[in-house]
């Protein structure tokens, strides 16, 4: 009985992951879209100069925290005893840092570009910590410098 529950358990929280993941993953392409080109990012500037006049420069975030599934968990300690990727927090790790560069975006529309973004990664409750019932999620943080030019 108790195999039968957890069993049960498992496949609903496969399921129910798979939907609010799709859901999320559709969500930021749809804001992607609707950001293309908007503001423009860039990751490494190491000199920048334009010959237009900067109107302003400001630090601009944006943070996520996204956990796993007791599915993913269950699959990633498994994993754990024999070595190997754990593909079933890759897309954990996708979906927090595509949403954290859209969140940070976001707050920068009326800039013209945000220049230097860095990404800023942290592990929550680790799979390896022993607490019971915890579930791993991982934290990102997006930043970087928001340039607006000035009216012509």
């Known amino acids: 009985m108790d195999l039968l529950t957890i069993i049960i358990i498992l496949l609903v929280t496969y399921y129910t992951g798979s ?41 601009v975030t944006g943070e996520v925290v996204i956990s796993g599934d007791y599915f ?31 969140r940070m975006r976001e707050k920068a529309l009326n800039a013209n570009m945000i220049i230097n973004v860095k990404l800023e990664t942290m592990m929550i409750n680790d799979i390896n910590s022993g607490k019971q019932g915890s579930l791993p999620g991982v934290a990102v943080i997006a930043y970087g410098t928001a340039i607006t030019y000035a009216k012509k």
């Open 19 to 59: 939907i609010i993941e799709k859901k999320h993953f559709k969500k930021i392409k749809k804001r992607e879209i609707a950001l293309y080109n908007r503001p423009y990012v860039n990751f490494q500037i190491k000199k920048w100069s334009s010959s237009r006049k900067v109107a302003s420069a400001e630090l």
């Open 72 to 102: 993913k968990t269950f699959i990633a300690g498994l994993k754990n005893l024999f070595g190997g990727r754990l593909t079933s927090f890759e897309s954990i790790m996708d979906r927090a840092r595509r949403e954290a560069i859209l």
